[in-house]
């Protein structure tokens, strides 16, 4: 086995039991225990100022106060419109390494800007402004469970900002992810129903699977079946769901890839892609596109 997927494997064999956490599906939200904290009530203390003005939108820095009370720094792309317009809103995030800046998911950002929706693009813990001068990550970046639940939380309140504004349509609200931002994207959906549409892009469970059957049954018993997204992506179903995975993925193996899909249900879309993990050889914004059309579909014209 690689390091890399050494490093995968053991964020999720180390992480706590949260099954006694579990309740009821997400569609009982005062009911709902989530594995993660939330803390709706507590101030934001939101400031923004504005990054650059484009034709179509306006890029704004935001920051506002995370789970652990510490400020979370976010990138929010505003499209110009007409006064008195809620709009659809999405939350977006990247893959391990990367931050609210990074090339490829600042592309999204402006994509999804382009056709009206509202973006918003978090600085995870331990990434962009938020990384640690001596950070003690895998090779992958990827964190200890604390701090996977760290992700959700902050994820948490990234909607209650959202939430907070007159502009947006709190029942057109969805999340994408890509990679890394899929993987903790998912157990972060599953418990939060102001979620209404969710896009997975190259992301995967049932990590532990990797191991023989007797060897996974003893992590998944010491704990760790129940921190796998895997175990958490049924919940949110009935709500639209899109993956889009690849056949020659270097970090996301096919089968953690199938293994997600099936746990979803029959009702997910799932696209199955001819290139790697970074998409290379094929239009990236035609990719991007069509996950902009799904969204598009279950957020804006299935509300009309």
Same mark, same amino acid.
């Given at each position: ?8 494997v ?11 956490l ?41 920051e ?7 400020r ?10 007409k ?16 931050? *609210? !800046?990074?090339?490829y998911?600042?592309? %999204? +950002?402006?994509?999804? /800007?382009?056709?009206g929706? $509202? ?11 938020r ?13 200890s ?19 907070? *504004? !007159? ?5 057109? %609200? +969805?999340?994408?992810? /890509?990679?890394?931002?899929? $993987? ?37 018993k ?8 895997v ?7 009935p ?12 970090m996301?193996?096919k ?6 899909h ?17 998409f290379r ?24």
């Open positions: 086995m690689s390091l890399a997927l050494t490093a995968l053991t964020i999720f064999v180390s992480m706590p039991d949260l099954t006694a579990q309740g009821k599906a997400p569609d009982s939200p005062p009911e709902v225990k989530r594995p993660y904290e939330t803390a709706p009530a507590k101030p934001l203390d939101a400031k923004s100022e504005v990054v650059t003005e484009a034709d179509d939108h306006t890029q704004y820095r935001v506002f106060n995370g789970i652990k009370g510490d979370v720094p976010a990138f929010l792309y505003l499209p110009k419109r006064a008195n317009t809620a709009l659809p809103a999405i939350l977006l995030q990247y893959g391990s390494g990367g931050n *609210r !800046k990074t090339d998911i600042v592309a %999204i +950002g402006k994509q999804f /800007v382009a056709r929706f $509202i973006v918003l693009t978090i600085d995870s813990p331990n990434c962009g402004e990384r640690d001068k001596d950070p003690k990550t895998s090779p992958l970046g990827m964190l469970a604390e701090q996977v639940m760290h992700y959700c939380g902050d994820y948490s309140r990234a909607i209650d900002y959202l939430s907070s *504004r !007159k502009d947006i349509d709190k029942d057109r %609200i +969805g999340y994408v992810g /890509v990679s890394w931002g899929a $993987i903790t994207g998912i157990t972060y959906c599953a418990y939060d129903p102001r979620i209404k549409a969710v896009g997975s892009m190259v992301g995967g469970g049932n990590f532990v699977g990797l191991w023989s059957p007797r060897i996974a049954d003893k992590i998944a010491e704990g760790s079946k129940s921190s796998d997204p175990y958490h992506v049924a919940r949110i179903a709500r639209p769901l899109m993956f889009v995975n690849v056949t020659k993925d270097q996301i193996w089968s953690w890839a199938e293994s997600l099936k746990a979803a249900g029959p009702g997910a879309k799932v696209v199955w892609l001819e290139t790697d993990h970074f050889g094929l239009d990236r914004a035609a990719i991007c596109g069509s996950v902009i059309d799904f969204m598009e579909l279950h957020l804006v014209k299935a509300k009309k």
